[in-house]
C-alpha cells in the first residue's frame, strides 16, 4: 500500500502526517507514507486545497485533516 500526504510543510499538513502515521501503526498494515511538497505534483493529482491524502493513487480526501479513525477506516 502507498499512501501519499499532499503539502508544502503547513501545520494541517504536518497534523495529517502525524494522523496517517498513526493510523498506519495502528491498523498493522504495511504502508509506504511518502510526504508530496512539490507543488506541481500536488497538482498532477487535481488537488488545489493541502492537505490532501492519497492511498494506491487514488484521492481520497482533500482539503482537511483527518482523525486517526478516519484514516484507519480509509486503509480499509
Known sequence: MK???LGTGCAKCRALEENVKK???QSGKFAQVE???DITKIMEYGVMSTPGLVID???V???KVLSVDEIV????
Request: aromatic letters at 0%; hydrophobic letters at 55%.
Open 73 to 76: 477506516k480509509l486503509l480499509g
Open 35 to 37: 510526504k508530496v511538497e
Open 61 to 63: 480526501s482533500v482539503g
Open 57 to 59: 493513487g487514488k484521492v
Open 23 to 25: 493510523a498506519v501503526a
Open 3 to 5: 499512501i501519499d500526504i
